[in-house]
């Protein structure tokens, strides 16, 4: 009877299948860990590339408030010039070709002719950054108040420079700021957060209000329009990201 009691015991196969079983859980259970790992260190780096987009965009919108304003074409009047408006974006691309305009008005923002045909210079003045800016700003004569041209900035250095254009005329003298200025490199500026290493591009332009009606418009620049671009490689091998930010600034009131 001892051997009718005995227990049977466990085979090798199923030791094997249990053992398989097992793993196949455990592989299960860290690919959601792994996941969930890859998941965070995603969202870390978009967040932190968004908030260096943020942060360069804050910077333009916080020169142009302070100087990209309306700038009133429509009136023409013989008064004295008192000052001077140039229309350009307020952050330009190194060695990138730039539209301009300058533009005479009288002490109530109104275009005038008077002196018609004055011979007018726009000076750079840099504030901050490394490096050397140079741009070719030659004299200029306005007709009607007004005139249009092209100009280049460029810099030796791989980070951006700020400063300041100044306008000067036989009529008004040196005009204080006339507008502010960031010079970006061309091929972007490379960013380091933490364990993030990235490269951060922009480029602004000005574009015409479609809404305007007005297919005469001699100042089309209404609006400054920018793109602001980080790419990064993933610490987690999953390649190159990229996250952009695409926006529009209104000029401000006089």
């Given at each position: 009877?001892?051997g009718f009691?005995?227990?049977?015991g466990?085979?090798l196969?199923?030791?094997l299948?249990?053992?398989?079983?097992?793993?196949?859980?455990?592989?299960?259970?860290s690919?959601?860990?792994?996941q969930?790992?890859?998941?965070?260190?995603?969202?870390w780096?978009?967040t932190?590339a968004l908030?260096?987009m943020?942060?360069l965009?804050?910077?333009v919108?916080?020169v142009?408030r302070e100087y990209?304003r309306?700038?009133k074409?429509a009136?023409?009047?013989?008064?004295?010039?008192?000052h001077?408006?140039?229309?350009?974006?307020t952050?330009v691309q190194?060695?990138?070709p730039?539209?301009?305009?300058v533009?005479a008005?009288d002490?109530?923002?109104?275009?005038?002719?008077?002196?018609d045909g004055?011979?007018?210079?726009v000076?750079?003045e840099?504030?901050?950054?490394?490096?050397?800016v140079?741009?070719?700003?030659?004299?200029?004569?306005l007709?009607?108040g007004?005139y249009?041209?092209?100009?280049?900035?460029?810099?030796n250095?791989s980070k951006?420079?700020?400063?300041?254009l100044?306008i000067t005329?036989?009529?008004?003298g040196?005009?204080?700021?006339?507008?502010?200025?960031?010079?970006?490199?061309q091929?972007?500026?490379k960013?380091?957060?933490?364990e993030?290493?990235?490269t951060?591009t922009?480029?602004f332009?000005?574009?015409d209000?479609?809404?305007?009606?007005?297919?005469?418009?001699?100042?089309?620049?209404?609006y400054?329009?920018?793109?602001?671009?980080f790419?990064?490689?993933?610490?987690?091998g999953?390649?190159?990201?990229?996250k952009s930010?695409?926006?529009?600034i209104?000029?401000?009131?006089?």
């Amino acid at each position: 009877m001892k051997g009718f009691f005995r227990q049977r015991g466990v085979s090798l196969l199923e030791l094997l299948v249990a053992g398989v079983i097992l793993i196949m859980v455990a592989l299960f259970v860290s690919s959601i860990f792994l996941q969930g790992s890859m998941n965070i260190v995603t969202s870390w780096e978009e967040t932190t590339a968004l908030s260096c987009m943020q942060e360069l965009l804050e910077e333009v919108r916080g020169v142009s408030r302070e100087y990209y304003r309306f700038i009133k074409v429509a009136t023409l009047t013989t008064n004295p010039t008192s000052h001077h408006h140039i229309n350009i974006p307020t952050l330009v691309q190194s060695g990138v070709p730039i539209n301009y305009t300058v533009v005479a008005h009288d002490s109530s923002h109104n275009r005038t002719s008077n002196p018609d045909g004055e011979a007018v210079t726009v000076i750079w003045e840099q504030r901050r950054g490394e490096g050397i800016v140079t741009c070719d700003f030659t004299p200029i004569t306005l007709t009607n108040g007004i005139y249009s041209g092209v100009v280049t900035f460029s810099s030796n250095s791989s980070k951006p420079c700020r400063g300041v254009l100044h306008i000067t005329s036989p009529s008004i003298g040196t005009s204080s700021e006339a507008a502010g200025i960031i010079v970006y490199p061309q091929a972007g500026e490379k960013i380091i957060e933490g364990e993030l290493n990235g490269t951060r591009t922009a480029m602004f332009e000005l574009f015409d209000d479609p809404e305007d009606n007005n297919p005469d418009d001699i100042l089309p620049g209404d609006y400054m329009k920018g793109t602001i671009t980080f790419t990064w490689e993933s610490r987690k091998g999953r390649g190159g990201n990229k996250k952009s930010i695409v926006t529009i600034i209104a000029p401000f009131p006089e």
